[in-house]
């Protein structure tokens, strides 16, 4: 990286205050990186050079006349193409909505820009989200900028290969069954899903309802742990769009505050196997954390497998319902991400109001009974996923002399999301090939501040470390 997109968002807005960078640098320091990388990388699928630009000269002369400056002036970031940005590609990766551009800005992208962030592009999905790899036909498969022969996750994979490449200081992304934590997790970056509610999902396209109001959410990705929680500050805050919103305020937890908290870690759930790499990683997490005087006790919840299915109910079941509707007729112009998905979906048949009712009851009691083991224990650490990043397509690998599946790796983090629990994901370990691992830390409800607490503990021992990109040279 150049040694202004190597600064963390933090950083970057630091300088500016300083006036040892100017926001017009680092706008064009990071446009010609992305004009450098992208072609390779296929990241941004929608660039506004012109527009970042003209923000940038503005924030120069707000720096220069010493008005007050917002937490993020001058910050050049990135939006994922599932979330509105006034005349930026808001497709979500469908041809069914092809040349859809931003109306107006969604409330959190607003919050970003009042705070003085600078908006570069936004960034490649899979199709209506529904992957954890990122290809569609209309833009195309997004690449590692770790390994160009794998994926960087998804469905947020564009924002994640965008920040782990540098050619974004950090973004949003959205999390209805991992797709911010995944991709985190395969790029070597950090991101936080938060609890439903505490950052406005309004604007987001597919839009939460129903049984997606408590699984998606929209949040923060960035290279550290420190950049998130800047980018939460900007964003967390009641919008009477957001038909889940509460208004909860921010509460800063202090490392003394952190240390209070009991920590239970387990390597894995004992049904789906991970990597010898990945039980190292989360073990290495818990060590640190000890080492700083936090109160770590192995410990798994039980009712996970519970929470495991029931997602699938909602997201995979329920959610292939909800799009039915919009896909029908239109087979042939579906990309196979997509087609994958709905064939797993129409293994099992549609919910019936009983079904669909009784899934919701069982879910609020799964969550209970689990919010009710976690008073021990309010933080939880444990894997992301149990695979480190794959190559394109791959569905299934051989792990201790399992074979683990696509859906079932996955599983790590989509119980959070049916329980509505805020986690974030921080890089911690290596795969035998150099990929990175990262380690799931996870809080209750609305309590996103422990969470990043906690993750800033971790990270003090690991954190991002930039992809070689032999690719590049």
């Avoid at 996923?385 to 989509?414: I, K, Q």
């Avoid at 309590?447 to 991002?464: D, I, K, M, Q, T």
Wanted: net charge neutral; proline share 8%.
């Amino acid at each position: 990286m150049s040694e202004l997109t190597r600064l963390s968002a933090t950083g970057m807005a630091e300088q500016v205050r300083r006036k040892k960078v100017s926001p017009v640098e680092l706008v064009e320091a990071h446009l010609a990186r992305i004009e450098r990388l992208n072609p390779k990388l296929n990241a941004f699928i929608s660039l506004d050079s012109e527009r970042a630009l003209k923000a940038a000269r503005a924030a120069e002369t707000q720096v220069a006349r010493g008005a007050e400056l917002g937490p993020l002036h001058g910050v050049p970031i990135s939006i994922k193409s599932s979330l509105e940005v006034a005349g930026l590609s808001y497709e979500a990766g469908t041809k069914l909505r092809a040349g859809c551009k931003g109306a107006a800005d969604a409330p959190l992208v607003q919050r970003l820009k009042a705070a003085g962030a600078i908006v570069l592009g936004t960034t490649n999905t899979p199709e209506v989200l529904m992957a954890w790899e990122t290809d569609n036909l209309l833009y195309g498969r997004t690449n590692s900028p770790w390994d160009l022969a794998r994926t960087p996750g998804g469905s947020s994979g564009g924002e994640a290969a965008a920040i782990a490449s540098g050619c974004s200081a950090a973004g949003i992304g959205s999390d209805g069954g991992g797709s911010i934590r995944v991709p985190a997790h395969f790029s070597g970056i950090c991101g936080l899903k938060p609890t439903p509610g505490r950052i406005s999902i309004a604007g987001h396209f597919p839009p939460s309802g129903g049984p997606f109001t408590r699984l998606g959410v929209v949040g923060p990705m960035a290279r550290t742990v420190a950049d998130l929680q800047l980018m939460f500050q900007a964003t967390a805050g009641p919008d009477p769009a957001d038909i889940a919103s509460a208004p909860v305020p921010l509460r800063p937890v202090s490392d003394s505050e952190a240390r209070k908290l009991r920590i239970g870690y387990f390597e894995d759930d004992g049904r789906t196997p991970v990597t010898p790499e990945t039980r190292a990683a989360v073990q290495a997490a818990a060590a640190t954390l000890r080492d700083q005087a936090f109160e770590v006790v192995p410990f798994r919840p039980e009712g996970l497998e519970k929470a495991r299915r029931l997602w699938w109910r909602f997201f995979g079941v329920a959610g292939g319902m909800l799009l039915g509707p919009m896909l029908a007729g239109h087979e042939a112009e579906l990309s196979p991400l997509l087609t994958e998905f709905r064939g797993w979906v129409a293994a099992e048949p549609p919910l019936t109001d009983g079904q669909l009712l009784a899934a919701w009851l069982e879910s609020d009691q799964v969550r209970a009974e689990i919010l009710s083991q976690m008073e021990q224990f309010p933080i939880l650490l444990c894997p992301v996923c149990a695979v480190p990043a794959f190559r394109h397509r791959e569905r299934e690998w051989p792990v201790n002399g399992s074979t683990v599946r696509y859906l079932d790796a996955m599983s790590y983090s989509a119980w959070f999301n049916l329980l509505g629990f805020p986690g974030a994901s921080v890089p911690v370990g290596r795969s035998p090939e150099g990929l990175p691992i990262g380690v799931q830390v996870v809080g209750r409800a609305w309590e996103e501040e422990s969470v990043l607490a906690v993750a800033a503990a971790v990270e003090r021992e690991f954190g991002f470390k930039e992809p070689a990109m032999e690719w590049a040279r």
